[in-house]
């Protein structure tokens, strides 16, 4: 859910925009979107959330070179159990680890 906006932030990174026009200043300015779909993806991104007050605390990375892409995300589950989810893709597909740290809990306690 965050990776997905996160990597949609980073696709807008990588559009370049260029204007286009002389010196004249009765010369409108035009503005041209180009995406370069032939060039090699490669990036990472990290972020973490520590929410003590609102229960939210997670965390991710991802990295990226061509085809392969891996990742890992964490977060803290109601019942207070760390989940974390190792992921990795290429053009086979995406290979999912999922553990858990801690123990359940169960009902009230802020």
Same mark, same amino acid.
């Given at each position: 859910? %965050?990776?997905?906006? #996160?990597?949609? +932030?980073?696709?807008?990174? &990588?559009?370049?925009?260029?204007?286009?026009?002389? /010196?004249? =200043?009765?010369?409108?300015?035009?503005?041209?979107?180009?995406?370069?779909?032939?060039?090699?993806?490669?990036?990472? %991104?990290?972020?973490? #959330?520590?929410? +003590?007050?609102?229960?939210? &605390?997670?965390?991710?990375?991802?990295?990226?070179? /061509?085809? =392969?892409?891996?990742?890992?995300?964490?977060?803290?589950?109601?019942?207070?159990?760390?989940?974390?989810?190792?992921?990795?893709?290429?053009?086979?597909?995406?290979?999912?680890?999922?553990?858990?740290?801690?123990?359940?809990?169960?009902?009230? /306690?802020?």
């Amino acid at each position: 859910m %965050y990776g997905k906006a #996160v990597l949609g +932030l980073l696709v807008l990174g &990588v559009v370049a925009v260029y204007g286009q026009g002389g /010196g004249d =200043h009765h010369h409108h300015h035009h503005l041209e979107e180009y995406i370069d779909y032939q060039a090699h993806p490669h990036y990472h %991104y990290d972020y973490h #959330v520590h929410d +003590l007050k609102h229960h939210d &605390v997670k965390s991710q990375w991802e990295t990226r070179d /061509g085809h =392969h892409t891996k990742g890992v995300y964490t977060l803290i589950q109601p019942d207070h159990k760390k989940r974390i989810v190792e992921y990795e893709a290429d053009k086979h597909g995406v290979r999912y680890t999922v553990k858990f740290e801690g123990h359940g809990h169960h009902g009230g /306690g802020n």
